[in-house]
Nanobody
């Protein structure tokens, strides 16, 4: 059974940092793509970052590039999202999700972790 467990959210002041974790199980970790999405109140879910575990290629949405870093620890089957210089507009529920490199569909999602950035 595929499971994704997101954690690490919390309340932080603007300019601060948080590190989110996504612990994965139930699939061959190093052959998939894991992404972070977020959904702010009243807004649509948006892709934040992704990492192709098989080759290390990463993607960042422009608004977080230079502030967020996605990484993977294959030994722990865990993907991290290091978030620095946080802004109030980063406030959202953050989700991790997994897809096959050959598919555009994220079939499995974690439960979400809330990040709140105060001004």
């Amino acid at each position: 059974e595929v499971q994704l467990q997101a954690s690490g959210g919390g309340l932080v002041q603007a300019g601060g940092s948080l590190r989110l974790s996504c612990a994965a199980s139930g699939f061959t970790f190093d052959t998939y793509v894991i992404a972070w999405f977020r959904q702010a109140p009243g807004k649509q879910k948006e892709a934040v970052s992704q990492i192709d575990i098989s080759n290390g290629k990463t993607y960042y949405r422009p608004s977080v590039k230079g502030r967020f870093t996605v990484s993977a620890d294959n030994a722990k089957n865990t993907v991290y999202l290091q978030m620095n210089s946080l802004k109030p507009e980063d406030t959202a529920v953050y989700y991790c999700a997994v897809r096959s490199p050959n598919s555009g569909n994220y079939a499995y999602w974690g439960q979400g972790t809330l990040v709140t950035v105060s001004s």
